[in-house]
């Protein structure tokens, strides 16, 4: 068949049917795709015609890239580099040194060929990687590890093609070396800071529009790929680095990394694995013995250096069987880079047929053995990864969202799953109105208003529950759900004001809604000023007052930041006192927190404003505020919503107000003479006094002579 519906058809049935059949022999549904291919494939029933989804194949392969760069943990990813670079050197130089060997001194081939056909024994293709996303084991550090040494042995093995390809055509001259190092270099540069700039000003200008979203990724990735052609090597490598460059940009938890990895599960990667089968022809074999026996030398040679790559690697840094098996499953299949060195040696007449049949068998082999062992072992890393209590969860999460301006529930629900630890409890949407006689209508009428936000909430595969109350207002019902649904942490709108004088702004607090909800809710309370995409932060500034570390609520909060940290992908400055700073770093160490953390002295809350000369409009500004008559609450802090609107107004913002816990507060002595105060706020407000003396004496004319000697 060469029309392309009918083709399209028989490839939708079989990534349809091809994985529910095979599940029921245990087979992955990997392999299953790949058999697939060679039955309707020229070599097997010539049912679809040769080349017929090539363009589909070739995406499919640099889909697969990319979701590696996309879903690596780029804090793990950062700190397990040297881990990669020792795996990748161990996954290129064993297979190629013992390829060599045995391509010359056993099978007797010249130098040049040696040299092509060892280069493809070292390279390898992530086929198996979709089973590790699906198994949820991504994050581990032996598939991290893995996916790092991956684009470090296929880079090296490319660079070698790229060589290979110069002598054969007599170009292996000091200008090939300048261009070839000069255009990769130019490439890589232009790739991995480019591309932020641009997806951060588009993401920034076109912000609800998800289609366009979805788009503009995949047209930079395929750009990416094309300029790696252009500079020389495979489209791969600008595949997998245009992963990594919009890594940051793109939430793990976002409605668009969900339609990303839908539309390559369902579509790209099956058609590039069925490309895969199409090329493999089981009728080599029927050649004669060479070619068998050079089939199964290659392939025994394919499999064995990869498996002493992996069983060193296990060694050297004590990793787990498991953890070993899982990284020989995803580095043992070759295809789409080995299919590439194979068929230049072949048009280049250094190997002959046996050579290249050997391969397409090496091929099927190698994919089948890569999904198998991925498979097994990726399931029972998974369940030892679940067994694991996890770092920063909490039993009892439950978010509460009150609605006050529904155009801007969708950002608060996306900021509300960026720091839930447990993604199977849903997110609470409270709407409260109140009676006056009309109210049945007005529940009809904002469910339909906020059908919009259940939508977008399914679209993040979060679980969004509606509620409403009717109540005097809204704070007294967001007071009594929270009691009701033991909500841990609340969500709010950053309500705006409006005013004709500075100083008004400047000196004002909240509208009294959000003021109510503070003084009676006692739980983590988040007030939210968004007016960029959170996933266009470059740094996340967190300013902590002096003591911040004594709140009930210190360690919730702080594992609330290392979540939200790692999801929005901003790297986490943190302006505190030497004291809480030493808190906050043994905090981050029991939670083997893979966060990159940088810090600032930040001693006096009065000197807020001196931060804003190293805050950029990129940055996320995110203030630990605090109640009154608690340890780390200072007077200041009543004009911090002035101040962040004054001299913040184009970034986006949280004030972030601690647990607290209500029977300890109210009889903390704030409002009972019965028990003192600690010795830590006796100090605060000591200091606090001697302050408003200090202050008196050098402005006389702020009070009056009695009042400044009733201080003293």
């Known amino acids: 068949m060469t029309n392309p519906v009918p083709i399209l058809a028989i490839v939708l049935f079989i990534i349809l049917l091809a994985p529910i059949l095979l599940r029921k022999l245990r087979i992955p549904s990997i392999v299953g795709l790949i058999i697939a291919g060679m039955a309707v494939g020229d070599h097997g029933f010539n049912i679809i015609a040769k080349g017929s989804i090539d363009l589909f194949g070739k995406a499919g392969l640099l889909y697969i890239m990319f979701l590696a760069g996309l879903e690596l943990d780029m804090a793990e990813f950062k700190k397990n580099k040297y881990k990669s670079v020792v795996f990748g050197f161990f996954t290129f130089a064993i297979p190629m040194s013992l390829g060599f060997l045995l391509c010359r001194e056993f099978l007797h081939f010249s130098m040049i060929a040696s040299l092509l056909v060892s280069s493809m024994f070292a390279t390898h293709t992530l086929v198996a990687y979709p089973l590790a996303s699906r198994l949820g084991i991504t994050k581990n550090e032996a598939v991290t590890i893995t996916v790092g040494g991956t684009i470090i042995t296929d880079t090296a093995v490319l660079l070698i093609l790229a060589v290979i390809t110069g002598s054969a055509d007599g170009e292996l ?274 469910r339909k208003k906020l059908e919009k936000a259940i939508k977008h909430g399914a679209e993040t595969q979060t679980r969004v529950q509606l509620m409403t109350r009717v109540d005097l207002n809204l704070s007294n019902g967001v007071a009594r759900v929270v009691k009701e649904r033991l909500s841990t942490d609340v969500i709010l709108q950053w309500e705006e004001k409006t005013s004709s004088t500075t100083d008004f702004l400047v000196n004002s607090l909240f509208g009294n809604t959000t003021q109510n909800i503070i003084d009676t809710v006692w739980e983590t309370v988040y007030i939210c000023r968004f007016i960029h995409p959170v996933n266009t932060t470059r740094k996340i500034v967190l300013v902590l007052s002096p003591n911040a570390q004594y709140e009930i609520g210190f360690k919730y909060w702080m594992s609330k930041m290392v979540l939200f940290s790692r999801q929005a992908g901003g790297r986490l400055q943190v302006c505190s006192t030497a004291e809480t700073k030493m808190a906050v770093q043994s905090e981050l160490k029991k939670m083997r927190s893979k966060v990159e953390a940088t810090y600032k002295p930040f001693e006096d809350i009065e000197d807020f404003l001196i931060l804003s000369r190293e805050i950029n409009r990129d940055d996320l500004i995110i203030v630990i505020n605090a109640r009154k008559g608690t340890l780390s609450y200072h007077s200041y802090m009543d004009t911090m919503p002035g101040k962040l609107l004054k001299h913040f107004f184009d970034n986006n913002f949280i004030l972030l107000y601690p647990q607290q816990n209500e029977v300890a507060f109210l009889e903390s002595g704030v409002q009972s003479g019965d028990l003192s105060l600690s010795p830590i706020q006796e100090q605060i407000d000591n200091l606090n006094k001697l302050g408003k003396v200090v202050k008196k004496i050098f402005n006389p004319g702020s009070a009056k002579p009695s009042e400044a000697g009733n201080e003293d």
């Open 173 to 446: 001259n000091q200008l090939f070396w300048f261009k070839l190092s000069g255009s990769f270099l130019l490439f890589a540069f232009g790739v991995l800071f480019g591309f932020p700039l641009i997806g951060r000003w588009f993401f920034k200008k076109i912000k609800d529009d998800q289609t366009t979203h979805f788009v503009f990724v995949l047209a930079m990735v395929f750009l990416a790929a094309y300029l790696s052609e252009l500079a020389g090597i495979e489209g791969i490598i600008g595949a997998f680095l245009a992963g990594l460059a919009l890594n940051q940009l793109i939430p793990h938890t976002s409605a668009l990394m969900n339609r990303i990895e839908f539309a390559g599960n369902a579509i790209f990667i099956p058609f590039f694995l069925i490309s895969v089968g199409m090329i493999v022809d089981l009728r080599v074999l029927l050649k004669g013995p060479d070619a068998l026996f050079i089939a199964g030398t290659l392939t025994a040679m394919a499999l064995v250096t990869k498996w002493l790559a992996a069983f060193i690697t296990q060694k050297i840094f004590g990793y787990s069987g498991v953890q070993r098996n899982v990284m020989f499953g995803l580095s043992t299949s070759h295809a789409a880079a080995t299919i590439a060195v194979i068929l230049i040696g072949y048009n280049l007449k250094l190997i002959d047929e046996n050579v290249l049949n050997g391969t397409i068998i090496l091929i099927l082999v190698t994919c089948m053995v890569g999904s198998f062992v991925t498979a097994n072992a990726g399931k029972r890393l998974a369940i030892q990864e679940a067994d694991k209590l996890p770092d920063n969860i909490n039993e009892q999460e439950r978010l509460l969202i009150p609605v006050i301006d529904i155009e801007k529930i969708e950002d608060l629900l996306d900021f509300g799953v960026m720091i839930k630890a447990d993604p199977a409890m849903p997110v609470d949407l409270l709407s409260v109105l109140q009676d006056d006689g009309d109210t049945k209508g007005k529940v009809l009428l904002n």
